[in-house]
């Protein structure tokens, strides 16, 4: 393979509740994340005390980590994707002053990172708020919430100006339509007038954050995040073709706020027909204005859509309600396999944003089995990654701007959907099981070896 752009940058992606553990340490608050010990689509239930769930250990990144760090430079890793979590740092959320040792936590952390050379990328909301704000205040629906997060945007960008130069604000930001809790703490039987509510008050109040982190960093660039949930159509159908044009547009919706600063026409219109008003003021549209830098997003899976009731009635039912591809191979979980997908996303974001690109999460997760001298021979990981990896280099060889590619959960963490530890992403194994069991000891796997010979390489040891 021809090598990669000098300038890509080459890592991984972790988020705070996915690894840290230390669920109540150094004065962390409790958030949505500690109250879904099931995963994001999980019910909620407040902790009691005594009670334990397998994220408040998660894979103690949050004592480990100089040693995971240690691990991921031995990599080659140019970039760490983390998250901090907003409780560490206002543990209720509506605190006036920030909780100092949670700000002395992720100076240590990014500390180690520069020893490394590795650039810190940081997720300021990465399914989590704090589950006070839930509580006291109606989550997101609420738009004193804007303020709340921007005072919290504020203290870590005037904290950590030295130390991290790429933001991004809240993590695949669409996802809200799927799992309000998790995105925008609303119940999951709320309506899509209050969803939508909610998201817009998290649009604007992504959009004061970048104006911050602009005025705080000059110097430093902020993404949007957004699940790259790229839909084909099943048939060639016209009515086929429009309907995944709307489909699409669900989530295209949420960057091209983002990025264009306004609300669309077809969303103003999707909201005539539903009857939903969103109260936007003039000062929310003239916030809007400030745009991202860049955008990044994850990348997983695809499915397709069809105008047929009866087809979707027999075919839809998994989270996303995708429609099955029948060309197309499924991961242990039924996320569908599709690298081409992949160039097709990212010449389709380059086509309409014409701003730089970074793959932020990418991955496979599966039921690693070690081998009795505890070896696991992920070929089937490598296999993934590498056909994704050329498709990237396909993507820039279009003409896209591609300015790196994190890979999700480089260490095996919490699974976010079903908070299970066996469903593995890792270069890294932990020795920890879904029921907490285990030593939470690390050890390299095939996979490693790899991913480093491709950093190494600069991709040029892919295989088409
Ligand atoms: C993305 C999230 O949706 O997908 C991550 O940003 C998550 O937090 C990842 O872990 C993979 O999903 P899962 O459910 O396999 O962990």
């Known amino acids: 393979m021809k090598a990669f752009p000098e300038t890509f940058l080459w890592g991984g992606a972790v988020a705070a509740n996915q690894v840290e553990g230390a669920w109540l340490e150094d004065g962390k608050g409790i958030s949505t994340s500690d109250v879904q010990p099931h995963g994001v689509f999980g019910e909620i239930s407040e902790r009691k005390s005594g009670d334990m769930g397998i994220k408040d250990v998660a894979i103690d990144f949050y004592h480990r980590y100089p040693d995971d760090i240690a691990l991921f430079a031995e990599m080659g890793f140019s970039c760490l994707r983390v998250s901090i979590a907003w409780t560490r740092i206002f543990p209720n959320g509506d605190e006036q002053q920030p909780n100092e040792a949670g700000l002395a936590y992720y100076d240590k952390l990014f500390d180690e990172l520069a020893k490394h050379n590795i650039t810190p990328m940081v997720t300021l909301s990465h399914y989590e708020m704090p589950w006070g704000l839930v509580k006291n205040h109606g ?3 609420n738009r004193e919430v804007i303020t709340f997060f921007e005072r919290y945007a504020r203290t870590v960008f005037t904290r950590f100006k030295n130390k991290v130069k790429l933001w991004l604000t809240f993590n695949e930001i669409n996802m809200s339509l799927h799992a309000p809790m998790t995105g925008v703490g609303l119940a999951g039987n709320s309506i899509k007038a209050e969803i939508y509510q909610a998201i817009h008050h998290q649009l604007v109040a992504s959009a004061l954050a970048v104006k911050a982190c602009h005025e705080l960093i000059p110097d430093a660039k902020v993404g949007n995040m957004l699940l790259g949930g790229l839909m084909y159509p099943l048939t060639c159908k016209p009515t086929d073709v429009l309907e ?21 026409g077809y969303m103003l219109r999707y909201f005539r027909d539903n009857n939903i008003e969103i109260d936007m003021s ?38 996303l309600s995708m429609i099955p591809n029948p060309h197309l191979p499924a991961s242990e979980w039924g996320w569908q396999i599709d690298p081409v997908g992949l160039r097709v996303l990212l010449n389709m974001l380059w086509d309409r944003y014409q701003k730089p690109l970074f793959i932020v999460e990418n991955g496979l997760g599966a ?30 060889e279009d003409g896209v701007n591609v300015l790196g590619y994190t890979c999700w959960g480089p260490i095996d963490l919490v699974s976010a959907s079903k908070a299970e530890l066996s469903k593995r992403y890792g ?27 491709v950093i190494a390489s600069r991709g040029s040891s892919l295989k088409r």
């Open 244 to 264: 995944t044009l709307q489909e699409n547009r669900q989530w295209l919706f949420f960057g091209d706020v983002q990025c264009r600063g306004e609300y669309p």
């Open 282 to 319: 003039d000062s929310d549209r003239q916030a809007l204005k400030s745009t991202v830098d860049f955008i990044s997003f994850s990348y997983y899976m695809t499915g397709c859509v069809s105008a047929d009731e009866e087809v979707n009635a027999k075919a839809r039912g998994n989270i």
């Open 427 to 453: 270069f890294i194994y932990v020795d920890r099981d879904d029921q907490g069991n285990g030593t939470l000891a690390r050890s390299r796997k095939k996979s490693f070896y790899w991913y480093k010979d």
């Open 367 to 396: 039921k690693d089995k070690p081998d009795a001298d505890g070896t696991v021979n992920d070929d089937y990981r490598i296999s993934y990654l590498n056909d994704h990896l050329v498709q990237v280099r396909e993507a820039i």
């Open 139 to 141: 989550g997101w629906g």
